[in-house]
């Protein structure tokens, strides 16, 4: 798989396409860096508008980051995963200017659920410094059937 999650076959990953679709993300300026085999990178500059009232970036942008890289991993096998759950611990301020890189990784996957831990850094000249860890609990979900198909929605 290609940085930008093309196979060599020219088909495009599943994290890769959700991730095309995902507005939310996108409209903040979140890139998706890499996304396969349970593993996503994403990063994403702090601009003026995700600075809250302490000159510090709003917690929920920083959550948004992580989130988003959570989804890109969890959905990096092909079925539609979402969220069941996660959790953020903050543990350092990130600033205006800073660029955030969310990296996230699957630590399993069992039955149609999974666990992934995200981490969130800035990088320095002393190396990366965190900002914020976070776990999220995934849950593959069942593709619906059309209203029409025999026990679908009418």
Not at 3 to 19: E, L, N, T, Y
Not at 26 to 51: D, K, N, Y
């Amino acid at each position: 798989m290609s940085q930008d999650g093309v196979s060599p076959d020219g088909v495009r990953s599943a994290a890769h396409a959700m991730f095309d679709a995902d507005v939310a993300s996108r409209s903040l300026g979140i890139e998706l860096v890499q996304a396969g085999e349970g593993r996503a990178v994403a990063r994403m500059r702090i601009t003026e508008q995700m600075v809250n009232g302490h000159d510090i970036a709003h917690g929920g942008y920083v959550f948004l980051l992580a989130d988003t890289a959570f989804a890109c991993a969890c959905n990096s096998h092909g079925p539609v995963t979402v969220a069941a759950g996660a959790d953020i611990a903050f543990i350092a301020a990130g600033r205006l200017g800073d660029e955030l890189t969310a990296v996230a990784q699957e630590r399993t996957r069992y039955g149609r659920n999974g666990i992934y831990d995200v981490t969130v850094h800035r990088d320095t000249t002393d190396g990366p410094e965190v900002v914020a860890e976070f776990r999220g609990r995934s849950r593959t979900i069942a593709p619906t059937r059309p209203a029409h198909a025999p026990g679908g929605r009418s």
